[in-house]
T-cell receptor, first 113, second 109 residues
């Protein structure tokens, strides 16, 4: 089955700790995206990557970092510099860049205590 | 003011009712997406359209580029349609998606 997986579904961390969220896709998509969702707000773009070994900042990249060493993987690290890390994080991918039809993963809910 | 506005924010319906969710946007776009987010959080793309109308099963999406407005219709609604429906536009200038805040739909039997 082709799709996007994110793990874990729920993640708890203590304040001040870095945490890495996993995103893997087997759709052979070139482009991958990380979004953050907060109550009452639309999804906001954190980082995106249109090709392996390349990525760009989105609208709210501060306090986050990513890597794209493999086509199928795009992990997101939430660093201690992120002021309000508690949120629902969604990973997506698409065949090409430019916000074509995107396929979303199930999401990871991060709670920082 | 948000660049993508959806109405209503919340919607309740009885099973079988015809549902309409509206989306208005203020930027130039090259495409508009309708997405469905289930209570567990996963998001499914329903439609991507740049003109006219698309239909898939009981779902119909329309767009009026001149009026910068799109509607999502659900015919013969069912409790399993209960979800958050999100409108997103691909900005012509930035080529990125701009998301609305969603419409929460609950359909009761």
């Amino acid at each position: 089955d082709g799709g996007i997986t994110q793990s874990p579904k729920y993640l708890f961390r203590k304040e001040g700790q870095n945490v890495t969220l996993s995103c893997e896709q087997n759709l052979n998509h070139d482009a991958m995206y990380w979004y953050r969702q907060d109550p009452g707000q639309g999804l906001r773009l954190i980082y995106y990557s249109q090709i392996v070994n390349d990525f760009q900042k989105g609208d709210i990249a501060e306090g986050y970092s990513v890597s794209r060493e493999k086509k199928e993987s795009f992990p997101l690290t939430v660093t201690s510099a992120q002021k309000n890390p508690t949120a629902f994080y969604l990973c997506a991918s698409s065949i090409g860049g430019g916000a074509r039809l995107q396929y979303f993963g199930p999401g990871t809910r991060l709670t920082v205590l | 003011k948000n660049e993508v506005e959806q109405s209503p924010q919340n919607l309740t319906a009885q099973e079988g009712e015809f549902i309409t969710i509206n989306c208005s946007y203020s930027v130039g776009i090259s495409a508009l997406h309708w997405l469905q987010q289930h209570p567990g959080g996963g998001i499914v793309s329903l439609f991507m359209l740049s003109s006219g109308k698309k239909k898939h099963g009981r779902l119909i999406a329309t767009i009026n580029i001149q009026e910068k407005h799109s509607s999502l219709h659900i015919t013969a609604s069912h409790p399993r349609d209960s979800a958050v429906y999100i409108c997103a536009v691909r900005s012509y200038n930035t080529d990125k998606l701009i998301f609305g805040t969603g419409t929460r739909l609950q359909v009761f039997p």
